[in-house]
């Protein structure tokens, strides 16, 4: 599975960072740091159904962080990121179909559909996260970390693509046989032809839970190296519209109908990032210099 490749990769480049960390550095371990990071991840639009699944797809963000300890072991952090969820969706020959009337002829008429696509969705965020961080000390320049807490999202952007396969969609009359290919009124027919997805806002501001565990190990006096597993997970549907899988004007996506129900973003990545060490609220001035030591 690509997700434990992905894991075994991670757990690779920790042992690098222990060999590379081996080196011992003097510097005290100060309260406040600030990071800049990025993350790339595997995730998922979530949703399960009968005849469609949802699989995962690639993804990069990136961010700044500020983390302020109390103490050698506990402290909390604040940020704000680039983060994206996307995935691809499969119909393998999903039929539809909807009952019309129109007005030029004054006639009942169904439609049908079918569909053998391959879809991609994709949404991007401004995310803030708000965290409480645990560190614990391995040697003097290598620490282990663990953090968790929820992230704010605001909606920045969506993309959304038939990736392969075709839309076909037919009409039938009560005393006539229709091929929609053939019957521009309707604008339908195949979907390489002349239908393309809806440009609508498909999903929505959500909260997510994030969990966070690696280490970080020194570069210098004031700066740290960071390598740690990314969980995300939303708690909330995100999804914005709620319409038949076969629309008469439009096709929607397949995030957009009713026949999927919730769709909730989740991601698994490796953050990695670059943290300078300093002391803003200056503590040495309490006499705490050696609460920092670690």
Not at 241 to 253: A, T
Request: aromatic content about 18%; proline content about 3%; charged content about 20%.
């Amino acid at each position: 599975m690509k997700i434990n490749k992905y894991i075994l990769i991670v757990l690779f480049s920790f042992s690098l960072v222990s060999g590379f960390a081996e080196k011992i550095y003097s510097g005290r371990g100060r309260p406040d740091h600030i990071m800049f990071h990025t993350t790339p991840s595997v995730s998922l639009l979530n949703y399960k159904s009968v005849d469609s699944k949802s699989t995962i797809s690639g993804n990069i963000g990136a961010g700044i962080e500020y983390a302020h300890f109390f103490n050698k072991y506990w402290g909390l952090s604040v940020g704000a990121e680039i983060t994206s969820f996307s995935t691809f969706y499969t119909f393998h020959g999903r039929k539809d179909s909807l009952e019309l009337f129109d007005n030029w002829s004054s006639k009942y008429y169904k439609l049908r559909q079918n569909l053998t696509t391959k879809e991609f969705q994709k949404v991007s965020y401004l995310s803030i996260p708000l965290k409480f961080n645990f560190r614990h000390k391995f040697t003097d320049a290598l620490n282990f970390n663990v953090s968790a807490g929820v992230a704010y999202t605001v909606y920045m952007s969506e993309n959304k693509s038939i990736v392969s396969g075709t839309i076909h969609r037919e009409a039938f009359f009560p005393d006539i046989y229709v091929n929609i290919d053939e019957f521009y009124p309707l604008m339908f027919g195949k979907f390489t032809d002349y239908i393309h997805p809806s440009n609508e806002k498909q999903f929505k501001n959500t909260l997510l839970g994030v969990a966070q565990m690696g280490f970080t190990f020194n570069l210098a006096d004031n700066w740290n190296m960071h390598t740690e597993l990314n969980f995300q997970y939303g708690f909330k549907d995100i999804k914005l519209r709620s319409i038949p899988i076969l629309v008469p004007d439009e096709y929607s996506g397949v995030t957009a109908t009713k026949y999927i129900g919730e769709i909730k973003p989740m991601s698994l990545g490796i953050r990695i990032g670059i943290a300078y060490n300093f002391d803003l609220f200056k503590m040495d001035d309490c006499n705490c210099h050696g609460k920092w030591v670690y």
